[in-house]
């Protein structure tokens, strides 16, 4: 068990708590480096993906998880995201330009839907977002001459002032755009969570009259929830443009909506790790599927939704079992560990000691 | 002029009239308590004063702000905090994080600084931890600054609730029913901190409260509320002793 001596509230403020903690991260991040020359290209493909996941994750994690504003319209931000970056660069624009303007697009536009979102709570800001994702297979045929439509478009090789990254040939290459991307968009986060903005997140989730009530404006960091979370997804959806070599009207559906937000609840709400945790189970799920099914000796048999019916379970299980999801039971996890063997059963249990009926009275 | 003038509000909820053309004026450096029944319109007052609602006529001054002119998240910074009678923490924050929303009011810095944790954003961060720091001492909350409020007993939230108003620097602090729920100590403990509030702090309270042995031996006066409107107005003694109160609270014939 480590034990903190904190000698100035720097301790609290800074990245990292400790030594130990940093020096983690900095060997996480030197494994992350690394990865290109210990594994073949296959699974580096399947890295990136997770990390593209978790870009993408942790966007929607700022708005549900930290904000508590549940979205099921992300997809549509993630085709935004893709769109802007591949229309700006048909354009001309380059690529050092069009990506980071495709999440500042997407976050913009994001700001603007939360306006006729602001007043809708919880299930019905899901119906409502939902909405979004099934419109935009729409918007996205009827913009034909800019989306392409049902063909789609096909994103050219990347090209950073002459140094080209190829997706399918060099996937080292386009593994170090992802984990870059990543890596800025987990600082972001985490210096969100450490500045006053953060902790209104937080305020706006957990309490919204009291949090009026400190100064805090709700529709105007309901509305920055929803921009930030916008435009790091749309950033994720520009890398799923890459990745998938080909974008259409069928790219983002709303399946894709839901596959997010169930990621970021199985993973654990309110975490970066969560969205890390989760983006993992989804990346890896067919794969695993396709294993599982193997043992059972119909690997040849096509089941029709299977993946998703699965994903499902996991989630209710989850959702039963353990609501803080894989990140909480990691923390639990550890927590064991280090306090073995003086752990108490029910050292987790939260105490629930009054109601909230008749809020305000 | 005193620092609130609350003048003839009336407020409906359909049929009942939850405040009922009620006018008192708090003044700079007292204790004042709003005492009554239940369903008396007690919390509804403190809720007006943070625009949660608007009422259908009358007028609410503070400091020399009509509060009427502004939406509820402009309240705070004119230097007014609360509590809510059925505490309203941030559950899934920790203590600390409670308290540091409550100097939100003081935030400087912008989106763009906070995302990039500017050497300006961390200079903030230092001076509201140390504001924080000051209550954390006051209340003495030192062994729960990092623990979840959802894991907290009753009596200790109801102090973060405390410490989350006063951490905002207020010049105006509401206390709705600050010491239900709590044991003796506790509210023992409670009627130093409120003396402090005063004395040391030079913050204005306004509360709510239904023990009258706290009441009397804290607060300069009282204000009487039966069905929305002022029954008695005086010291806590006047009061008590005013037969209108005594029927109000024991029923008629009882005075
Ligand atoms: N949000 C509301 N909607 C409808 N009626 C309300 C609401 N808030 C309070 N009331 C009614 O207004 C009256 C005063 O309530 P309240 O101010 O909570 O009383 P107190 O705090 O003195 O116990 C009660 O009759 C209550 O039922
Ligand atoms: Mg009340």
Known sequence: MRIHFKTT???DIRLFADRTTFLKYAALLVFAVALPFLIGDFYLGEA???LIWAIAGLGLMLLTGQTGQVSLGHAAFLALGAYSNLILLDKGVPFIISFPLAGIITGVVGTIIAIPALRLHGIYLAI????????ADDIIVLTERWTGGVVGMFPPTIDIFGFEIERWTQPDRFYYLVLFTAVVCTLIYRNLLRSPLGRAFAAVRD??????AMGVHIARTKMTAFGISCAITGLGGALMGYYSGMVNNETFTIVISIQLLMMIVIGGLGSIHGAFFGA???AFLPQGLSIAKGWFGTSSVAIPGLEFGVFGMILVLFILFEPDGIYGRWVKTRIWFELFPFARKDMFKRQKSYLKTERLR | MSLLEIKNITLKFGGVTAVDNLSFSVEEGEVYAIVGPNGAGKSTVFNLISRFYDPVSG???FDGHNLLDHPPERIADFGIARTFQNIELFDNASVLQNLLVGRHRH?????IQEILFTPKVRREEIAHREAVEEVIDFLDLQPYRDKLIAGLPYGIRKVVELARALASGPKLLLLDEPASGLSVEETQDLRWWIDDIRKQMGITVLM???DMGLVSSVCDRVLALADGAKLAEGTPAEVQANPAVIEAYLGVGAA
């Open chain 1, 128 to 135: 409502a977002t939902m909405a979004i994702s099934i419109l």
């Open chain 1, 48 to 50: 990136t993906n997770v």
């Open chain 2, 208 to 210: 709510v409260e239904h």
């Open chain 2, 59 to 61: 007028s609410i001054e």
């Open chain 1, 9 to 11: 509230y720097n301790h």
């Open chain 1, 280 to 282: 993992f189970v989804v």
């Open chain 2, 107 to 111: 935030r400087n810095t912008n989106m």
């Open chain 1, 207 to 212: 309490s919204e009259v009291s949090a009026a």
